[in-house]
């Protein structure tokens, strides 16, 4: 079940007196090779974004900056996460549906992808996404 490979991954963090670095490494900390970034900005306080799930595409998802909460759900559970730490990405691997909620003012929402962006890899109709649940189950 998808739900069961999501998890937060704590990246590694470099400290010194000048502030933290933190990096990622594809097929090492994360378990896909990275095809794309692409980060969300100027997100209004207390927005939403998100409302589909991918076929194959697995993501990163980092709270570079701020905070905001996400809620996934392959079909059959549903598991809320706060991200609002830069040095934690949650990992949604495919068939994951997700809702992105509660953006604080001046989130910045950072993305690592498997893939390049392809709208044929989306669904974005609920119905359509359960209805492949549960034929592939
Ligand atoms: P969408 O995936 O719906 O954003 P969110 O993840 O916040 O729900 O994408 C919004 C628009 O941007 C949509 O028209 C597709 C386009 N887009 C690209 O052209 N390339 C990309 O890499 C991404 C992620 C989106």
């Known amino acids: 079940m998808a739900l069961e490979h999501a998890?937060?991954?704590e990246?590694?963090?470099i400290s010194d007196s000048r502030g933290n670095l933190t990096f990622v490494?594809?097929?090492r900390h994360i378990p896909f090779e990275i095809?794309?970034?692409?980060y969300l900005y100027d997100v209004p306080g207390g927005g939403a974004r998100g409302g589909h799930?991918?076929?194959?595409l697995e993501q990163l998802v980092i709270a570079a900056s701020g905070s905001f909460e996400i809620v996934l759900d392959d079909g059959r559970n549903k598991k809320k996460y706060f991200l609002n730490r830069s040095y934690y990405g949650l990992?949604?691997?495919q068939m994951v549906w997700r809702e992105m909620e509660n953006f604080s003012s001046g989130t910045v929402c950072l993305v690592l992808a498997s893939d390049i962006y392809d709208e044929?890899?989306?669904f974005r109709n609920y119905q359509m996404?359960?209805?492949s649940c549960t034929i592939t189950r």
């Open 35 to 38: 095809k794309r970034i692409y």
């Open 129 to 131: 996404f359960l209805n």
């Open 11 to 13: 990246l590694p963090k």
């Open 7 to 9: 998890r937060v991954i």
């Open 120 to 122: 044929d890899d989306y």
């Open 53 to 56: 799930a991918h076929k194959k």
């Open 25 to 27: 490494e594809g097929g």
């Open 91 to 93: 990992y949604i691997p």
